[in-house]
């Protein structure tokens, strides 16, 4: 068993300052979207909802959520509704929990979780 293992196990280190730098090529990768809650109506949570084929978007209410773990960031939110929705930037994601994948966003408020 490397040496570096049995330290990291004894001193608590789950991860190891990842990454270190940012990655160049990362900034051409397709991201999942950001939504803009303050412009997201009940009318565009709806067509989102329509067109998302992967079904990350659901509504309740007055209440779009958003399963960042099962969007696909193919972009088709970004292109029907680009005032309300933009690429996040973010490629990687991680969460303890399955439910941490789960953002609920307000219509026309603040994000809630």
Same mark, same amino acid.
């Given at each position: 068993m490397p040496?570096?293992f049995v330290?990291?196990l004894?001193?608590?280190?789950v991860?190891?300052?990842? /990454?270190d *730098?940012? $990655?160049?090529s !990362?900034?051409?990768? /397709?991201?999942p979207?950001a939504?803009?809650?303050?412009?997201?109506t009940?009318?565009?949570?709806?067509?989102?909802? !329509?067109? =998302? /084929?992967?079904? %990350?978007?659901?509504?309740e209410?007055?209440?779009?959520i958003f399963?960042v773990g099962?969007?696909t960031? =193919?972009? *088709?939110c970004?292109?029907y509704?680009?005032? %309300?929705?933009?690429?996040?930037? $973010?490629f990687e994601?991680? %969460?303890? *929990?399955?439910?941490?994948?789960?953002?609920r966003?307000g219509l026309? %408020? $603040?994000?809630t979780?």
């Amino acid at each position: 068993m490397p040496l570096w293992f049995v330290r990291g196990l004894r001193r608590g280190v789950v991860t190891t300052r990842y /990454p270190d *730098r940012s $990655e160049m090529s !990362a900034r051409d990768l /397709p991201t999942p979207p950001a939504f803009r809650p303050g412009a997201l109506t009940g009318e565009i949570a709806d067509g989102l909802v !329509a067109i =998302c /084929p992967s079904r %990350a978007l659901t509504r309740e209410g007055g209440t779009l959520i958003f399963d960042v773990g099962a969007c696909t960031a =193919c972009g *088709r939110c970004g292109e029907y509704a680009p005032g %309300a929705v933009t690429a996040s930037g $973010e490629f990687e994601l991680a %969460a303890a *929990r399955r439910s941490g994948l789960v953002k609920r966003i307000g219509l026309g %408020a $603040e994000v809630t979780r």
